[in-house]
């Protein structure tokens, strides 16, 4: 038994919903996209594992492999899409079309079209022959909270000594990116009267207070960490969001600030999240107001793989370009602390990506599809 055609493929794993999303409303199983995939990986000669994410009802992973031996090399990406507008799309996002010499679809660039490309990579290579081993790994919900990723991590499984996921980095090998994390700092103070001061407790006023902490501990971060290998060098600290108090009149009982925090590799969220509420703490402290702050998803580790790892210098071998960074975070994090060395290299182009009217290049498929075969020969071979 053989697998599909290459497009028959793409079409039939866009097709199939895959929506993740931390809103309930939006969020989908990917039980589909992974039947899809366990299918033709059965029928291209790998070893299927479908693994139910513990706690995340109809979410899965799949892990599928050929080969045995201690190198070997893991070919990783996501099943899930992010929520889409259809109002903006000018075809259905989960019917592929063929326009201009791209194939327009949810999924198509980040990244349900990478799974083909492996499988077509490997159509007509005789698994028998690998000398370490080949793992095609998809997983649930990166886009959303990479619980996915995540109970990987958990079982603690070795899948190999390298890794390559194809998000979309236009055909360039990428081996750094920065980190995620959010914070939510709440102060609760007391209202009262405008008129007299001595009634309540201004919140507002506190956070003015923290605003000017948080921009000098900003200042200090960016003092400390610098790499010009990034386009924005520095981590970056963004005050996103503030809601506090009702009307002039009344002095403000509360008042919240959302914080998005973006740090080099080499950061430690938990250190990072630790500062913050160790200054705040302190800032805080002999005011009546009360703190809290609130870590609204677990973040995404900084990730970065030496320039002088196999993988990296293999990935620049075969495409000619130099290894560099990207502004999104990725599983990369996840997949190192299993013990493999980890690069980002796949077709598609992240402006299409979360984007109405995504689509990739007819032009991306050939090269990727040449690209994953040399480091199959490379690492497997
Ligand atoms: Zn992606």
Redesign the pocket.
Known sequence: MSTPALIPMIEQLIAAPSVSSISPQWDQSNEQVIQHLADWCRSAGFQVEVLPIPGHASKFNLVASAGKGPGGLVLSG?TDTVPYDEQRWQSDPFRLVERDNRLYGLGTS??KAFFALVLEAVRGLDLSQLKQPLTLLATAD??SNMCGAQSLLETNRRLGRYAVIG??TGLKPVRMHKGISMEIIRLHGRSGHSSNPALGVNALEGMYRVIGDILAWRDELQARHKNPLFEVEVPTLNLGHIHGGDNPNRICASCELQIDLRPLPGMVLQDLHDELAQRLERLMSGSELRLEIITPFPGIPSMETAADSEIVRTAEQLTGHTASSVAFGTEAPYLQQLGMETLILGPGDIDQ?HQPNEFIGLERIQPMVGLLQGLIRSFCL
């Open positions: 996501h980040d990244m990166e886009e998000e979309p990506a």
